[in-house]
């Protein structure tokens, strides 16, 4: 009995595991372009192992999202019919990818970057890369990256004027995280710092070190205020452990002195 006890239950972790599994993927499953994309050499194949590793994927972003067409019929799903938009020439992919990122577009249009002559200057994938897409931090502003176009000295003080408030932001996203999987509601703070990031992360394309230093104090305070309201969490969190732990403490005192006194009656009988 308690082997087929055994053996069902099994079964059925294998069935949920299958499940979860076939439910994670299902996204690179159903995309067409993935499926006949991913079975080939050389370059048609290379962006779809290069795209699995990027911030899109991360975000559940697909081909079809940037490039348009039908992800679900083979036959169709490069026909200008379905969307299908095909590949951007250099000078236009500042205004593709600001499809979605509108508010970037914005800042780098009106940055040195945007003003320069059109395909002359460097635009997203020169920094953030084509199909392995990777997410906007101080990382990518770096002597490799700048120094295709110039020299990294200026480049590297807006790094350094961004990267304390960045980090900050980066570490209350952790801490939000982690108050999250404890079962503490931080949904509104956590769209709260996710609005905030994404406006900050505007000011790097601005690449005006003025304009950066100008407006970061005014995240800073938000910034502080967030902090406050995390760590007064913290403390709420701290003072029903401490209770807690006080309450297990009686009842396990308490029940030490029953079992002496329980003790104490059978020998006196």
């Known amino acids: 009995m308690r082997i087929a006890v055994c053996l069902l239950m099994s079964l059925v972790t294998f069935l949920l595991v299958s499940i979860s599994a076939a439910a994670v993927t299902k996204p690179a499953q159903a995309t067409v372009c993935l499926q006949c994309h991913g079975g080939q050499d ?7 192992p290069q795209w699995r590793q990027s911030i899109h994927a991360e975000q559940g972003i697909s081909c079809h999202h940037c490039h348009g067409g039908d992800p679900t019929d083979a036959p169709m799903a490069m026909s200008p019919e379905r969307g299908f938009v ?6 236009q ?10 508010g970037v577009l914005e800042d ?3 940055s040195a970057h945007g003003k320069a002559p059109k395909g002359a200057g460097p635009q997203c994938v020169t920094c953030h890369a ?19 176009c110039h020299g990294y000295e200026r480049a590297d003080e807006i ?13 209350l996203e952790k801490e939000l995280n982690l108050l999250q999987g404890q079962g503490v509601a931080t949904d509104t703070l956590q769209k709260s710092l996710f609005s905030l990031r994404n406006e900050y992360h505007r000011l790097f394309h601005s690449v005006d070190l003025l304009k950066i230093k100008a407006e970061t104090g005014k995240f800073r305070e938000s910034l502080r205020e967030m902090r406050q309201q ?16 006080i309450v297990v403490g009686f009842f396990v005192l308490a029940g030490f002195v029953l079992l002496l006194i329980r003790k104490t009656y059978e020998e006196e009988e």
């Not at 084509?130 to 295709?148: E, F, M, R, V, Y």
């Not at 995390?230 to 732990?245: P, S």
Request: hydrophobic letters at 35%; glycine letters at 10%.
């Open 86 to 91: 095909g590949v951007p020439t250099p000078s």
């Open 159 to 171: 790094r350094r004027a961004l990267a304390a408030t960045d980090h900050e932001i980066a570490e």
């Open 93 to 102: 992919v500042a205004d593709f990818c600001g499809r979605c990122h509108i």
């Open 130 to 148: 084509a199909h392995p897409i990777k997410k906007a931090s101080t990382d990518l502003i770096n002597s490799q990256t700048c120094g295709q």
């Open 230 to 245: 995390v760590d007064t969490i913290l403390d709420e969190l701290a003072g029903r452990k401490v209770y807690g732990a």
């Open 42 to 48: 050389g370059r048609l194949g290379q962006p779809v």
């Open 108 to 110: 780098y249009l009106a």
